[in-house]
Structure formats: C-alpha cells, structure tokens
C-alpha cells in the first residue's frame, strides 16, 4: 500500500473540488465511512483512492461511462465519500447531458449533503447544472479558486459539445451503430 497521509496532515477539513491529488482524495475518503458505518481500513481508502484516480484517468481520455461506473463503486463501498458522488454525477452529465439530470441529480444531492458548507463543492454543483441548462456561467466559476482537474474540464466540454436532449452520448453512438 502507499503511504496515506493522517487527519494531523490535512489543510482543511472540507473536499477540495480541484485537481485529482491523491492527497486531497485521500482527504476526502478518509473522513468517509464504510458501508457498516465504520471508519474505513487502509485497505478500503486505498482501493477507493485507486478507484478515484482510474475514474478520473478515464474522464481525461473521454471514457465517461467507465468513469461513472468507477466512481459509484468507490461510492458503494464508501458510502459518504462527498468526491465520488459529485464526479460520478459529472461523468453521467457528459454522457446524457440534460438527459442525465435524472440520474445525476441525487448524486449531486448526496454530494452537497455530505459537506453542506463547501462553497466550492457548491459552486461545482451549480457550475454544472449551469452548463447543462444552458445558462449563463459567471465568469468567476472559471478562476483558479473554483479549480477543476483535467477530468471536470473535459465533461464540461462534453455537456456543451454535443450532447444534445434528443440523443445524449449513448443515443448518437446506437443510432450510428444501428
């Protein structure tokens, strides 16, 4: 196992929304409970690390479902882990776009419940409901403060390029390959 840092190392105590450290994902993870409600081993926080940063490695090369189905299993396995919520709601947004709502809107909700006071988790979620209604992103959202890894940025530009309401991702791909 890699060496995990320990609650004396953190700089905050809130999920840090930007580049997939594994750092701050071990952050993340390691303030997250287990399935039976117990603090996780180094074994479970570092498969779910893993599990982290091979969603995220799939995001980059535009592998979003295999991000989403990533994503979710770090979730089930630790079912507070406020990351992979909000990833694996991102990743099914760039799939279906505004199709995905549905889908990814409790995800997003169990994100924001996790960590209510995160502004940036918050600016995050409204950045991408923002995106995918189509509606006005304020410039700020784009600053090094609300910073996101290479992963967000290309499901954002998934959701404005070409995932549009009647097909999604998955509908053009059937409707090509029929």
């Known amino acids: ?31 997250s409970l287990d399935a039976t409600g117990r603090a996780p081993t180094d074994e479970q926080l570092e498969l779910c690390v893993l599990l982290a940063e091979a969603a995220d490695g799939a995001m980059t090369r535009e592998e979003f479902p295999r991000a989403r189905d990533l994503l979710l299993e770090a979730a089930r396995r630790l079912p507070s882990f406020t990351l992979a919520y909000f990833r694996a709601a991102e990743a099914t947004l760039a799939i279906d776009g505004r199709r995905g709502l549905a889908a990814a809107k409790p995800l997003l909700r169990a994100a924001v419940a996790l960590e209510p006071g995160n502004k940036q988790l918050a600016t995050g979620v409204d950045l991408l409901l923002r995106v995918v209604s189509r509606v006005a992103v304020p410039g700020h959202y784009w600053l090094a403060e609300n910073a996101k890894s290479s992963g967000d940025v290309l499901a954002l530009a998934a959701i404005v390029c070409g995932r549009d309401d009647a097909t999604g991702a998955g509908g053009a791909r059937d409707a090509a390959g029929a």
């Open 1 to 31: 196992l890699k060496p995990l840092p320990h609650a004396d190392e953190y700089w905050t105590t809130e999920t840090w929304m930007g580049e997939c450290e594994r750092f701050e994902l071990v952050k993340s993870a390691r303030r």
